[in-house]
């Protein structure tokens, strides 16, 4: 931009400035407000207990000390080609998982094993593709086919992309589990939202691609296999989610607002102007103290309306809880604020493994203590990030493996790759 479009656009935000109603501190007090709102009924968003939010100072939580799970901590990452387009219509991602461990004792050796998975959609009926999975020493490859006519075909690029993620590291943390011994940490959500919402969508007598396909109902049920095992030793899994579009809290607070007809000083309903969830509780956690790590007490979803009727995220897959009923398996999730970059991260753990309020202070305790350490997300997952990372150069040569038709290149994806999971509201 040259000097003159600068000048302009600095006009344009003084205008923009100016006209914000509420300044810094004001924006706090009015968000710590509504936040105490989510308490009330209304709404798929419930309080496990009383909100509250809290800080605690960094040098008191980021040493091993009182760990509640002081042995080796787990980290399961899944990295992605990002989807590969092609002229004939091929669509192609690869995604290889790894399994991270840290800790003073951890024995690295399950570091070893990894999980690749790479799924292709080609609407042609002359493709001889199949199914495949090929054994080597450490490593475990599938080929997965992505079924024609599923889904619409705007979104097939990111559905093929979420099954290869959701696949593999799904798998890799089954194929884990029998040599962990301490708590688990995934990458993202605890539950597999976007392939969640295929399956509650095809219960609900939607379209979907679980309608035909056993694979995304085999996804879910992996990742309740990891729930159900770490339950049964005690030990906590739990998702970390860094950024998200989802706007789940802010929908329920504007429903228990408009239910309980909460009304401000100039006699209307109170304002939510947040879009995102991540902007309003980044704004109820702020503290210009950069010595504290501030977050809030826990919240539960209560399921996903569909065509005006609500369901569990589970429900259709009732049968496979060994430990509950679908509710008992809600995600259950807390806000941590970081006080250098003011980042938010959402913890979510199952319902299931923070119903009881002793339990539910050691799984938090253990998160924050991870986090605090790292000021960011915990160790092992940034160690799974690092080792299963696929590099630019490597997914260029990955994409150049297709010698029978010529790659096509998607400026909209390069560089801005979200998980599918942050696009599906639940």
């Given at each position: 931009m040259d000097s003159e479009a600068i000048g302009a656009v600095r006009e344009l935000f003084a205008e923009i400035d100016a006209a914000v109603p509420r300044d810094r501190e004001s924006q706090a007090e009015h968000a710590r407000r509504l936040f105490g709102l989510l308490e009330r009924e209304g709404g798929i968003v419930e309080a496990v207990d009383e909100p509250a939010f809290h800080r605690t100072r960094l040098?008191?939580?980021?040493?091993?000390?009182?760990?509640?799970?002081?042995g080796a901590t787990y980290g399961v990452d899944a990295s992605t080609t990002r989807p590969l387009e092609y002229n004939n219509g091929l669509v192609v991602d690869a995604a290889?998982?790894?399994?991270?461990?840290?800790?003073?004792?951890?024995?690295?050796?399950?570091?070893?094993?990894?999980?690749v998975v790479g799924v292709a959609y080609l609407d042609d009926g002359d493709s001889t593709l199949h199914e495949k999975t090929l054994e080597g020493e450490y490593v475990t490859a599938d080929l997965v086919r992505f079924p024609e006519a599923t889904e619409e075909p705007r979104n097939i690029s990111k559905s093929v992309a979420a099954v290869a993620q959701r696949l593999s590291e799904s798998r890799q943390a089954v194929e884990s589990l029998d040599a962990l011994d301490g708590a688990l940490f995934l990458d993202g959500s605890v539950l597999p939202l976007g392939i969640v919402y295929w399956v509650l969508l095809d219960h609900a007598g939607g379209r979907s691609p679980a309608g035909s396909w056993n694979l995304p109902a085999e996804i879910v049920g992996n990742y309740i296999e990891v729930i159900d095992r770490q339950y049964e030793r005690e030990q906590p899994v739990l998702g970390v989610?860094?950024?998200?579009?989802?706007?789940?809290?802010?929908?329920?607070?504007?429903?228990?607002?408009?239910?309980?007809?909460?009304?401000?000083?100039n006699g209307r309903l109170l304002d939510v102007p947040w879009v995102r969830d991540h902007q309003f509780m980044a704004e109820v956690l702020r503290f210009d103290d950069l010595d504290y790590l501030t977050y809030t007490s826990w919240f539960v979803s209560a399921g996903q309306e569909i065509n005006g009727q609500r369901y569990e995220l589970l429900e259709p897959l009732a049968d496979r809880l060994e430990h509950g009923s679908p509710s008992d398996y809600r995600r259950a999730f807390c806000f941590v604020r970081l006080p250098k970059t003011g980042d938010l991260l959402r913890v979510e753990a199952p319902y299931l493994m923070v119903q009881d309020s002793e339990m539910r202070e050691r799984v938090q305790l253990k998160a924050l203590k991870e986090i605090a350490q790292q000021q960011g997300v915990p160790r092992a997952i940034e160690r799974a990030d690092k080792l299963a990372r696929i590099?630019?150069?490597?997914?260029?040569?990955?994409?150049?493996?297709?010698?029978?038709?010529?790659?096509?290149?998607?400026?909209?994806?390069?560089?801005?790759?979200?998980?599918?999971?942050?696009?599906?509201?639940?």
């Open positions: 040098a008191e939580l980021g040493t091993w000390m009182d760990d509640p799970w002081d290889h998982a790894k399994t991270g461990v840290t800790g003073g004792s951890a024995d690295r050796t399950l570091e070893r094993s990894g999980r989610v860094k950024t998200s579009s989802m706007s789940q809290v802010l929908d329920a607070l504007r429903e228990k607002i408009e239910q309980h007809d909460v009304r401000g000083d590099s630019r150069e490597n997914r260029r040569k990955i994409r150049d493996l297709i010698e029978r038709t010529e790659a096509t290149y998607d400026h909209n994806w390069d560089g801005r790759w979200r998980d599918l999971d942050d696009d599906t509201d639940l």
